[in-house]
């Protein structure tokens, strides 16, 4: 079991813009459990479909504009199948 963290800038309030819509559609169509938070979205499953999915997401939010893709990985060695997880970024 992996999990991961992604963010994706420029950050905005107000609306989600293109990137971060298409982004998490990604990711809510992968199969992979999902969080989404106010600063960050979190995704765990089988560290190899983890990995699949942060290159599909990156590619598709640079592709609708995103200006970068923060992404954290950890795996299940550092505890991550008790806690997960807190924010650390921007909403993505």
Known sequence: MAYA???IYPFVTERLEPYVTAALIEARQSGLAVE???LGTIVRGDLTAVLDLL???QDVAFRHGAASVVTRVA???DGA????????????
């Open 55 to 57: 290159r599909r997401v």
């Open 5 to 7: 963290e992604f963010s």
């Open 81 to 92: 199948d008790q806690a997960g997880p807190g924010p650390t970024g921007p909403a993505a």
């Open 75 to 77: 795996g299940a060695e």
């Open 36 to 38: 989404v938070g106010p």
